[in-house]
């Protein structure tokens, strides 16, 4: 079975699926920042990450909500979309005791998604004011990267100027010693 992407658009879409993608596209909107996007089929895995990366000619990349043991502190981390995840790496890197993935009644209570959907756009919102926002240093490096607009189904590339703009802060940037799974 085929994957699909659309094409390459500008401009918000006519429906919103959840009040957090719509805040995401009024906050762009307003704030006059430049962005693409596509709609596609839900992007969860490698394979479909691959798939959306040919669409843009641009890497995606994953993002994670992560939470201590007592569900009290947070983490939102932007890596690299084939790198594996290791908990134990992310919290010496940062000199944390280990971190847990977020489910999903936390996600949603936070950044307003789904798992599948999570987003640096979602520190826009009040409930995600003290998330700390981590991210890979070569990642925050590139000029743009692309991450969902808080549904599974649709993907922004945008510059990381203007998302650290939008999102009015910039990462706690780590190295992430894994190797690329292609």
Known sequence: MDFYTSDIMTGSPKEFKTETQKMIYERLENDGIEFTRIESDPGISMDDC?????????????????????????WLYVTHAR?????????????????????????MRILGTAHGAATPFGLIREEAKDVIFVMDRDVAAREKIVITDGDPCGFIAIRN????????REPILIENPAIIQL
């Open 50 to 74: 691959l798939n959306i990366d040919r669409a843009f000619g641009i890497d995606t990349v994953k993002t994670i909500l992560l939470t201590n043991r007592q569900k009290s502190k947070f």
């Open 83 to 107: 790198k594996p995840f290791i908990t134990k790496e992310f919290g010496a890197s940062l000199q944390i005791p280990r971190v847990s993935f977020a489910d999903e009644d936390l996600m």
């Open 161 to 168: 100027t203007d998302l650290f703009r939008m999102i009015g």
